[in-house]
Nanobody, 126 residues
Framework: QVQLVESGGGLVQAGGSLTLSCAAS????????MGWFRQAPGKEREFAAG????????YYADSVKGRFTISRDNAKNTVYLQMNSLKPEDTAVYYC???????????????????WGQGTQVTVSS
């Protein structure tokens, strides 16, 4: 079993930056693909960014490409989401997820993820 705990959310003005962290329990973090999803009020949970198990492949939703950067530190069992040039439409609860996948590709669909964190709120004011 893997437990994921997100941190780093908060309130920021448009144009600002935040860095989210997701700490994973267990010794198998380095074998898992990781992703960040987000869910705005009244909307479906959507993929934002993903990274494969060894960090060599990343993928971003068009809505965040060029502004968000996902990275991982396998020695610290942690995945990060650096968010720059934030917009009010980035306001959502952000969820970290882990998938039991050791492949070159990034996992982008919700159903492929096996473990989820509890979420952290990000609010961007205009």
């Amino acid at each position: 079993q893997v437990q994921l705990v997100e941190s780093g959310g908060g309130l920021v003005q448009a144009g600002g930056s935040l860095t989210l962290s997701c700490a994973a329990s267990g010794r198998t973090f380095s074998s898992k693909a990781m992703g960040w999803f987000r869910q705005a009020p009244g909307k479906e949970r959507e993929f934002a960014a993903g990274i494969n198990w060894n960090g060599r492949s990343t993928y971003y939703a068009d809505s965040v490409k060029g502004r968000f950067t996902i990275s991982r530190d396998n020695a610290k069992n942690t995945v990060y989401l650096q968010m720059n040039s934030l917009k009010p439409e980035d306001t959502a609860v952000y969820y970290c997820a882990a998938a039991n996948r050791m492949s070159p590709r990034v996992v982008t669909t919700k159903n492929e993820y096996d473990y989820w964190g509890q979420g952290t709120q990000v609010t961007v004011s205009s």
